[in-house]
């Protein structure tokens, strides 16, 4: 199954201009832990909420002041919407990341989702879940 399949199409993103402040705002009304910052279309960076409390708050700078740019993680690593989820996982690992969050983007570097490592997390033990009620299904009864 390929990443497009699997990602969520629903993105917090913020233009890399974008004030902390709106960014936390967005991150609120979305109920999401991290937007994507974008310039051109492309995204360049992650902020997280831990960003925010570790760069922001426990620096003492004001986040209606500071852009997200000042911010942000440049650790990215984005993933082709055509890459299967095996393929992917062995892309993150090589990376040497710590990045949890992974942009989805199309053959022209433009976004399209995002997927988690916990959303991978929670899909392999759908699936292994899938396959215990295959294998239960075959026992004999007694």
Known sequence: ???ETLCRREIACV???TKVIEATQLMEDK???????IQNDRPVGIVTDR?????VVNKGLDPAKCSVADIMSLELVTLNQG???YEALEQIKESGSS???FPIVDDHGAIKGIIT???VIYLLGKEMSDVAVIIEGERPRL
Do not use: H, Q, Y
């Open 1 to 3: 199954m390929s990443l």
């Open 15 to 17: 233009d890399i201009k």
């Open 31 to 37: 109920n999401v832990g991290s937007v994507v910052v």
């Open 51 to 55: 960003d925010v409390v570790i760069r």
């Open 83 to 85: 890459t299967g989820l």
């Open 99 to 101: 990045v949890r969050r």
């Open 117 to 119: 490592l916990d959303d």
